[in-house]
């Protein structure tokens, strides 16, 4: 379904987002077989999609596993490390640290969604503290937490420049909280 | 003034004593490489447990899929071997009257535990007999189950007709429209037999009749399968005395291939019943089953070939 078709109050997701995230779990062999060809079947890059259907998307595999945090962890390490090696990452990111300001700003998570904001929610930067290698993102987006996690860790390692990434949310789960060095 | 080491110049050179000229902040890069790398390993850990666990469950489900497969097969088996003995219940023995006249050898195999192969043989309303040979169109259950109608059909109508051109053609009208709504159909070889003379209606089939004075006739497929058409059947006459020897088959066996796709042909098992044809009847047929495998790879489709001497 492209923008014009969906109805105006609702979340769309961006294509990209979309393809980046099913052929993550193709390339990871998380969906295989003909499961895998109809994952990415159809999905445009430069469509907008409802949300029900990244829902969709992403429930296939939910369901599929018992413990699915380290496999989301994985699916967003892998869809950054292709946005950065085989996407535009390279010319809009630098250095490992700085796509936490990317993708916290308006070429990140904003561009990526459109819709109501109590819908979209937001991914914002609360804290960062280089010296210390500490950083704090605040998520309420409809997201995966564990897949947002695995973002901003292939996100920061995508660079090279960053020897340690980790990003824990066990405390809050909507506090994504960064340690890198 | 040479420049400090750094990191990228130990691992390059991969020369581990030149770790001790490390500054202090080399070294911190190098533990947080090292804990990058275990951090790299623990997620990647979590990832395959997690996968692997979803591999047992999936392989789970899979024996228990497997067994219920099994449960279902065994269930479906069974059926087929109680619809096998069904079938083989099914088929004729001889009366008096034909016992006394007729010396017979047959083989029978369906191809798998139940087909559309089926010979019968019949009294008729004026206490003489008759033998038929059918082939259902298809293999198994659908077929046997058909062939079963059929046999239901020709009992019913045996009794009350003679001819066997009107028996045969009371059997299609009758079985007619059922044929059609199950999309069957059978190929009929039909054979009544009076003193010294048999009447046949052929439809499909083969037959072949060696005269003890050397003359020979093949049957004349003049009929359409039953369940084809309704129209009248057209029957032959030829004479049947002591000594002569009717041969009747399905396709099962002449159309049956060796490794080179060449059939096992009309023209070479006549040949072997010809050769054959003063043995006993059940010899004759062994030799031409003999023959058969001696010849195909497999058995492609069911198979009947009735063998019967004239010898009163």
């Known amino acids: ?181 | 003034m040479s420049q400090p080491i750094t990191l990228e110049d130990v691992l390059s050179k991969n020369e581990t004593e030149l770790l001790a000229q490390l500054s202090e902040k080399e070294l911190a890069r190098l533990y947080w490489k090292f804990r990058g790398l275990a951090k790299t390993l623990e997620r990647d850990t979590a990832f395959w447990n997690s996968t692997n666990e979803n591999l047992k469950v999936a392989y789970e489900t899979l024996d228990e899929k497997e067994r219920e497969l099994a449960a279902a097969y065994h269930i479906i088996r069974d059926d087929l071997e109680v619809a096998q003995s069904v079938q083989s219940a099914l088929l004729p023995r001889m009366f008096a009257t034909m016992a006394s006249e007729l010396e017979l050898g047959v083989y029978h195999k369906q191809l798998t535990e139940v087909g559309g192969d089926y010979f019968d043989y019949f009294r008729t309303a004026s206490d003489r007999y008759a033998i038929g040979v059918f082939d259902i169109s298809g293999h198994g259950v659908s077929s046997a189950l058909v062939m079963a109608y059929l046999k239901a059909q020709f009992m019913t109508i045996m009794e009350r007709l003679e001819n066997p051109a009107e028996i045969v053609e009371w059997v299609n009208r009758a079985s007619y429209e059922f044929l059609r709504e199950v999309r069957k159909y059978a190929t009929v070889n039909f054979v009544t037999f009076e003193e010294s003379t048999l009447h046949y209606v052929c439809g499909g089939g083969y037959g072949l009749l060696l005269g003890a004075d050397g003359q020979e006739h093949i049957f004349e497929k003049k009929n359409h399968f039953l369940g084809l058409r309704q129209k009248p059947y057209l029957e032959e006459q030829l004479p049947f005395v002591v000594g002569d020897l009717l041969v009747l088959y399905t396709d099962g066996m002449v159309e049956a291939q060796n490794l080179e796709g060449k059939d096992y042909s009309v023209a070479r098992l006549n040949d072997v019943v010809r050769r054959h044809r003063t043995l006993p009847t059940e010899e004759i047929v062994r030799l031409c089953v003999e023959d058969y495998h001696s010849f195909r790879t497999q058995d492609s489709d069911d198979i009947t070939l009735l063998i019967a001497r004239k010898t009163a």
């Not at chain 1, 085989?86 to 969604?113: C, D, I, M, N, W």
């Open chain 1, 1 to 181: 379904m492209n923008e014009q078709n969906a109805p105006p109050d609702q979340m769309l997701v961006h294509g990209s987002l979309m393809v980046g995230f099913a052929q993550a779990c193709v390339n990871l062999n998380i969906v295989a077989g003909r499961d895998a060809t109809n994952f990415i079947k159809g999905l445009q890059i430069n469509d907008w999609y409802p949300l029900a259907q990244w829902e969709r998307l992403q429930e296939l595999v939910v369901r599929s596993y018992g413990n699915v945090d380290p496999i989301m962890v994985k699916v967003g390490i892998a869809m950054m490390t292709g946005w950065y090696h085989y996407g535009p990452g390279k010319e809009v990111v630098r250095r490992g640290a700085s796509f936490l300001h990317y993708q916290t700003g308006s070429g990140g998570f904003a561009s990526v969604v459109r819709g109501p904001e109590s819908v979209v929610g937001s991914f914002e930067l609360e804290l960062f503290d280089k010296s210390r290698g500490k950083a704090i993102v605040h998520s309420t987006t409809p997201f995966n937490r564990k897949m947002e996690c695995g973002v901003l860790i292939g996100g920061m390692l995508a660079p090279g420049d960053i020897d340690y990434v980790d990003v824990r949310n066990d405390e809050d789960s909507d506090h994504l909280v960064v340690e890198f060095h």
